[in-house]
């Protein structure tokens, strides 16, 4: 499945399932389609999120890096933000941040540290 050409934001269908709703965004899914992929509709760990852009052939680097500022991300990235209520995942496309919590961005979320997983193709 290729990377889709323009990102539709998605919200969390629930509060656990941001990984979920990123990858949808991502691959343009259904969040029922990347629930039954992942198996789980609660949080989603690193693990589960390297598992699915596998199966979705989603090329990414296998290097999380952390980030201070905006400028740093390439053109499109997985975001993994620690959050004031928990570890939350995020998606930077197209100098936008696609946040399945807080909507539509043009800066990061709340967060105090940041890292990302450029995605390639």
């Given at each position: ?6 990102v ?16 949808a965004?991502?691959?343009g ?12 509709e ?5 693990k589960?999120?390297?598992?699915a ?9 296998n290097?999380?890096v ?9 053109r499109?990235?997985i ?8 570890w939350?995942w995020s998606?930077?496309?197209?100098d ?15 967060s ?10």
């Amino acid at each position: 499945m290729p990377l889709v050409e323009k990102v539709e934001h998605i919200y969390e269908p629930n509060p656990l399932a941001c990984g979920q709703a990123v990858l949808a965004m991502l691959s343009g899914l259904d969040v029922n389609e990347i629930f039954d992929l992942v198996k789980t509709e609660k949080e989603t760990t690193l693990k589960d999120m390297k598992m699915a852009l596998l199966k979705l052939e989603i090329l990414y680097k296998n290097e999380r890096v952390e980030v201070k500022n905006k400028g740093e991300l390439p053109r499109v990235a997985i975001l993994s933000l620690e959050t004031p209520k928990c570890w939350h995942w995020s998606l930077f496309f197209d100098d936008k941040f696609y946040d399945p919590e807080y909507g539509v961005l043009t800066d990061f979320p709340p967060s105090n540290r940041r890292y990302f997983w450029e995605i390639t193709g």
